[in-house]
Antibody, heavy 120, light 110 residues
C-alpha cells in the first residue's frame, strides 16, 4: 500500500523559499511509470495543481508558478521535494503530495497535507 | 490555465440523487477522458471517487457515478447519505500536459 507523508517548516517569511519533502513508502519513486505531484489548498479555497515529476527527473509545472518553482527527486531516500522561491502571503496553504497514476492521469493516493504559513 | 467551473453548492435530502457539473474547455475536459472526482471532508486529504470520467476505484460505493458530454463532466450521487456531505472537486488533465481543478462544490445533506 502506497503512503505519502509531507514534511517541512510550517512558517516561512515573505520573500524567502518554501521547502517541503514528501516521503514515499510502498513504491519506488524511481521505478515508474507513475508521476509524483504537489497540490496546494489555501484555507477555505479550492485545490491548485502545482507540478509533477517523473522517475527520470522530468518535470512539468503550473504555468502560474513557473520561474519560482523547482520539484526534484531523491531516489536514495525515496522522496521528492518542492522548492518555491520568493513567497508571499498568497502562497499560504495546505500543501499535499500525491502519486499520479500514469495510465489514468489521476491523483491517488494523497498525503495528509501540511500547512505552510507565509508571515513575518 | 483557468479553473474548471463547478457550482458552489448542491443540496439534497437523504435518499435523493444529486448531480454536480464540471465545465471546462476543449483543451481539458473536452480533450480526452482523463477526468477525475475527489471527495474531501474537513481537515482530511481528498479521496479519489471517480477516474477516467466514469470508473470507480475499489472500495468506492456504486452510488457514485460519472459521465461526460462535450466540455462538461458530471458526478451523480444516488441514494444520498449523511456521510456524503462534504466538498467535491473535479480535475482534468489538459492538452498542455498539466492538470486543472474545479473550484469545488459543497454537498449538503438536508
Amino acid at each position: 500500500q502506497v503512503q505519502l507523508q509531507e514534511s517541512g517548516p510550517g512558517l516561512v517569511k515573505p520573500s524567502q523559499t518554501l521547502s517541503l519533502t514528501c516521503i514515499v513508502s510502498g513504491e519506488s519513486v524511481s521505478s515508474g511509470p507513475n508521476y509524483w505531484t504537489w497540490i496546494r489548498q489555501p484555507a477555505g479555497k479550492g485545490l491548485e495543481w502545482i507540478g509533477r515529476i517523473y522517475s527520470t527527473g522530468s518535470t512539468r509545472y503550473n504555468p502560474s508558478l513557473r520561474g519560482r518553482l523547482t520539484i526534484s527527486l531523491d531516489t536514495s531516500k525515496n522522496q521528492f521535494s518542492l522548492r518555491l522561491n520568493s513567497v508571499t502571503a498568497a502562497d499560504t496553504a495546505v500543501y499535499h503530495c500525491a502519486r499520479v497514476r500514469y495510465y489514468e492521469a489521476t491523483f491517488d493516493p494523497w498525503g495528509q497535507g501540511t500547512l505552510v504559513t507565509v508571515s513575518s | 490555465q483557468s479553473a474548471l467551473t463547478q457550482p458552489a453548492s448542491v443540496s439534497g435530502s437523504p435518499g435523493q440523487s444529486i448531480t454536480i457539473s464540471c465545465t471546462g474547455t476543449g483543451s481539458d475536459v473536452g480533450a480526452h477522458n482523463f477526468v477525475s472526482w475527489y471527495q474531501q471532508h474537513p481537515g482530511k486529504a481528498p479521496k479519489l471517487m471517480i477516474y477516467d470520467v466514469n470508473k470507480r476505484p475499489s472500495g468506492v460505493s456504486s452510488r457514485f457515478s460519472g459521465s461526460k458530454s462535450g466540455d462538461t463532466a458530471s458526478l451523480t450521487i444516488s441514494g444520498l447519505q449523511a456521510e456524503d456531505e462534504g466538498d467535491y472537486y473535479c480535475s482534468s488533465y489538459t492538452s498542455s500536459s498539466t492538470w486543472v481543478f474545479g473550484g469545488g462544490t459543497y454537498v449538503t445533506v438536508l
